[in-house]
């Protein structure tokens, strides 16, 4: 008996590499294979690149014209990050705020959904207005696109904590404070982190969103200024260069994540879910 279960823990453990090892190479494969059924339709029904440029082509625009993508990326890279970081400590703060407290909640969540309701393209111009073009109305364009699902999330964690372990804890002594932060906050962080991986993606829309508007630089200025010139794989170029920026912040968020809240999806690893057992 003791050799079978040798045999088939050593079975179950070779499951979960090449399980683990799928995993690594899937996103790889489907991106490859997008971009290959996507070449394949641009040159099987002709269509012309000022209508749907081919991979190929876009390729060429990027290595042609990379210093302005390199320069303006890391503008739209700039402005994103620090909305973003002003939106988690905003919402942060602000979700435990409302998590906590009935009366905060009653009191400020419907203004706080009839202004995430605002289209923010509209409220550009008036950033504008008060900051002056440039990379201000960027910043706050992404802070105030990107704060409400963190603001959910964290208030969604935080009021989910059981009545009866409440009670428990005030009862052995715990302050308000001791249990928001004791209980509450990592009771919170794993809807905390799922609302950072929506915020970052939001953030560049945001930033983009002001660059078209307002902006002497940005991935957005160099879309709108390629745009006007027909320059179609450029503006596509941008598209997947913001892309990549967006996938690369998610990815820092997810390895944070697994670094600090693990506990919450450790089921996932479990090796007998790899073969189904």
Do not use: C
């Not at 490859?32 to 070449?39: K, R, T, Y």
């Not at 979700?95 to 909640?105: D, E, K, M, R």
Request: hydrophobic content about 55%.
């Amino acid at each position: 008996m003791s050799a079978r279960s040798a045999r088939s823990a050593e079975a179950l453990a070779e499951a979960a590499r090449r399980r683990r090892r799928l995993e690594n190479a899937l996103p790889w494969l489907v991106t490859i294979g997008m971009f290959a059924v996507w070449e394949a339709a641009v040159r099987a029904f002709d269509i012309q690149p000022f209508i749907l440029p081919a991979p190929s082509a876009i390729a060429e625009s990027m290595v042609k014209w990379w210093y302005p993508l390199m320069t303006n990326s890391w503008a739209t890279l700039l402005t994103t990050f620090v909305g973003f970081i002003m939106a988690v400590g905003f919402g942060l703060s602000l979700g435990v705020l409302i998590g906590s407290s009935v009366l905060v909640y009653r009191g400020l969540y419907p203004l706080l959904i009839a202004f995430n309701s605002v289209p923010k393209v509209a409220v550009v111009p008036i950033l504008v207005i008060w900051f002056g073009a440039g990379f201000w109305p960027a910043v706050l364009t992404a802070f105030l696109i990107s704060f409400f699902p963190i603001v959910v999330n964290v208030a969604t964690g935080i009021a989910t904590v059981e009545p009866e372990l409440r009670d428990v804890l005030r009862a052995l002594g715990a302050r308000p404070i001791d249990i928001i932060m004791k209980v509450g906050l990592p009771r919170a962080m794993p809807y905390f982190f799922a609302s950072l991986k929506v915020a970052i993606t939001v953030a560049f829309v945001g930033s983009i969103i002001s660059e078209t508007v307002a902006a002497n630089e940005g991935i957005g200025h160099l879309m709108l200024v390629a745009s006007s010139r027909f320059d179609v794989p450029l503006v596509f170029a941008g598209l997947i260069v913001t892309g990549v920026m967006g996938v690369l912040m998610y990815w820092v968020a997810v390895t944070i994540e697994e670094r600090t809240t693990g506990w919450a999806t450790r089921g996932q690893n479990d090796p007998r879910l790899a073969t189904g057992g």
